[in-house]
């Protein structure tokens, strides 16, 4: 098993959990730190996602293809532990929302890695689920139709949540140098 | 232009970020979320086994030398309704075991699945408040046609706050229930990729 997971179900599911993880297990570490900021409870999520991947391929039968199965599960999974956790967290948020809160900002200086990789965590971690599945698909570099592949919403619908999100973040990373 | 290089900034910064060193060790988590899971549950049902025992207690002791139809049949509404309760807990948490290809379905589709358990979980308030609610009702009936000891008179403001928490806890659901119900009405009004 991958990265020192073990199971005990059929060759053919253990081969498709170890093939998931060697191919997108960092992919599943940073979508675990688009659903939950603290370490210690993100470290859990991410084990719940993997032990709810290797459950999973017991009955994957080929509906889509082994990366969209992967992320559709992590991304389910971690949508349901947002669920849980909100009857105590803060009010969550659509695109939309954001959208209309953003003010003009001068334009900025560069960016430094560090500060973009904040702005980008507290955009995502006060979205609704549904968003975070998009923008997290949208900045690992997945196209609009792969991501609808995996939401279930329709290209158009994604490509123009996609346009929200590169206004989003242009605004972000402005107000952020312009306060720097 | 200047938008692009501060996306491709991001998107750089997102995917170099530390990744997790911690090895995945299901056969530990399992039975760690089993243990939570399990002590969980089993404290949820002896609370709730012991409250009514206790409810039974003091009725036993203080209301049945009453012979009164309001107490007796009050008395058993309430019985039966924590009872009732018990079981539809019970029953709900067996109904939440997920089948293993379950969580392959659409963002969509899951993500909706999740907001309607939870808004008819919050809309059944009325079965987790109301035998408090109902037991506290009864006893301000009983004390109102004094026909309970008169030591009892001294746990009128005690009934009256517990009927107070109760309504406030059955409007706090229902107005979470609200919430949740126009998040899903949100929903429904995406495009979807099998309309």
């Not at chain 1, 992919?27 to 688009?34: C, E, Q, V």
């Not at chain 2, 939440?96 to 379950?102: E, F």
């Not at chain 2, 589709?109 to 939870?118: F, G, N, P, T």
Request: glycine share 6%; net charge positive.
């Amino acid at each position: 098993m991958g990265r020192g997971a073990k199971g005990s179900g059929p060759p053919e599911q253990n081969e498709l959990y170890t093939t998931a993880v060697a191919e997108y297990g960092r992919m599943l570490d940073r979508l675990a730190a688009g659903y939950e900021a603290d370490p210690d409870k993100r470290r859990d999520l991410r084990q719940e996602i993997h032990l709810q991947l290797w459950r999973s391929f017991a009955a994957f039968d080929g509906r889509c293809s082994p990366k969209t199965w992967t992320l559709r599960v992590a991304h389910n999974t971690a949508a349901s532990y947002v669920l849980r956790e909100r009857r105590v967290n803060a009010k969550l948020v659509s695109f939309e929302e954001i959208e209309r809160t953003l003010q003009n900002v001068a334009q900025p200086r560069d960016v430094d890695r560090g500060t973009a990789l904040r702005e980008i965590q507290e955009v995502i971690l006060q979205l609704r689920p549904l968003d975070r599945q998009i923008i997290i698909s949208y900045i690992e570099g997945m196209d609009a139709a792969s991501i609808a592949e995996i939401t279930g919403l329709t290209p158009a619908n994604i490509a123009m949540k996609i346009h929200r999100i590169k206004k989003i973040l242009a605004h972000r990373m402005r107000e952020e140098q312009s306060h720097a | 232009m200047r938008e692009l290089r501060e996306l491709a900034e991001v998107r750089a910064a997102w995917l170099n970020q530390t990744g997790e060193e911690t090895p995945v060790d299901m056969e530990r988590f399992t039975t760690r979320r089993t243990t939570a899971l399990f002590s969980t549950t089993r404290s949820e049902i002896i609370g709730s086994i012991a409250a009514a025992l206790f409810f039974a207690c003091v009725v036993a002791w203080r209301f049945a030398p009453e012979r009164d139809r309001l107490l007796q049949f009050g008395c058993l509404g309430v019985i039966l309704w924590a009872a009732v309760t018990v079981f539809g807990f019970r029953h709900s948490i067996r109904r939440q075991t997920p089948q293993p290809g379950a969580l392959a379905s659409t963002g969509l589709e899951h993500y909706r699945a999740e907001l309607l358990r939870r808004r008819d979980h919050l809309r059944s308030a009325w079965i987790w408040h109301g035998p408090l609610l109902l037991a506290a009702i009864l006893s301000a009936a009983a004390l109102s046609k004094r026909i309970v000891p008169g030591r009892l008179w001294d746990a009128l403001p005690v009934f009256v706050l517990l009927a107070g928490w109760a309504a406030i806890g059955i409007r706090r659901r229902l107005a979470q229930a609200a919430e949740v119900q126009h998040e899903i009405d949100e929903i429904r009004g995406l495009p979807s990729i099998g309309e």
